[in-house]
T-cell receptor
Framework: ETGVTQTPRHLVMGMTNKKSLKCEQH?????MYWYKQSAKKPLELMFV???????ENNSVPSRFSPECPNSSHLFLHLHTLQPEDSALYLC?????????????FGSGTRLTVV | GQNIDQPTEMTATEGAIVQINCTYQ??????LFWYQQHAGEAPTFLSY????GLEEKGRFSSFLSRSKGYSYLLLKELQMKDSASYLC???????????FGGGTRLMVKP
């Protein structure tokens, strides 16, 4: 596979559930990102990893927990979410986090919290 | 801080030309990106401007004026498939962490 792949594409979870979103890139990029896209709001940066180290945590609630085991994989662990967390969660990668490189985005996970 | 403004919605006719504007305020400029996002799909890279002027790429062109904090995306010979959201983004922290505008939803009508 090429590009950035996110699974699952759709997820419905209860507020007491624990689930994980997965992102995988086959582009040889060193930086990976999680963004949240809510209806009628700009894309919001959540987390940035560069060479598997977290370099940015944009004041995200602790019910979202990222994990980057290697430069090709990124996870977002979810627990005790709220209905307002329902959104499209986009993963992206870029060559590096330190220069103006364009992102390659995955198709996203559409999350619904009930 | 960062602030990016773009119109929420625009409508244009197939075959016409449309200009989507973006104004930004940022401490330390490191270029400006435009992305296209079709409904339910991933955003895809369209253009990157770091110097003033117009960059042309087929039917799409992007313009930048750093002194005015202003950019626009110009779409020529509009096609129905150009109906999408167009996102303006700038990096912050002198790095590659992008801040996005709210996006402009373009509807192309026959």
């Amino acid at each position: 596979e090429t590009g950035v792949t996110q699974t699952p594409r759709h997820l419905v979870m209860g507020m007491t559930n624990k689930k994980s979103l997965k992102c995988e890139q086959h582009l040889g990029h060193n930086a990976m990102y999680w963004y949240k896209q809510s209806a009628k709001k700009p894309l919001e940066l959540m987390f940035v990893y560069s060479l598997e180290e977290r370099v940015e945590n944009n004041s995200v609630p602790s019910r979202f927990s990222p994990e980057c085991p290697n430069s090709s994989h990124l996870f977002l662990h979810l627990h005790t979410l709220q209905p307002e967390d329902s959104a499209l969660y986009l993963c992206a990668s870029s060559q590096d986090h330190g220069g103006p490189y364009g992102y390659t985005f995955g198709s996203g996970t559409r999350l619904t919290v009930v | 801080g960062q602030n990016i403004d773009q119109p929420t919605e625009m409508t244009a006719t197939e075959g016409a030309i449309v200009q989507i504007n973006c104004t930004y305020q940022t401490s330390g400029f490191n270029g400006l990106f435009w992305y296209q996002q079709h409904a339910g799909e991933a955003p895809t890279f369209l253009s990157y401007n770091v110097l003033d002027g117009l960059e042309e790429k087929g039917r799409f062109s992007s313009f930048l004026s750093r002194s005015k904090g202003y950019s626009y995306l110009l779409l020529k010979e509009l096609q129905m498939k150009d109906s999408a959201s167009y996102l303006c983004a700038v990096p912050f922290n002198a790095g590659n962490m992008l801040t996005f505008g709210g996006g402009t939803r373009l509807m192309v009508k026959p």
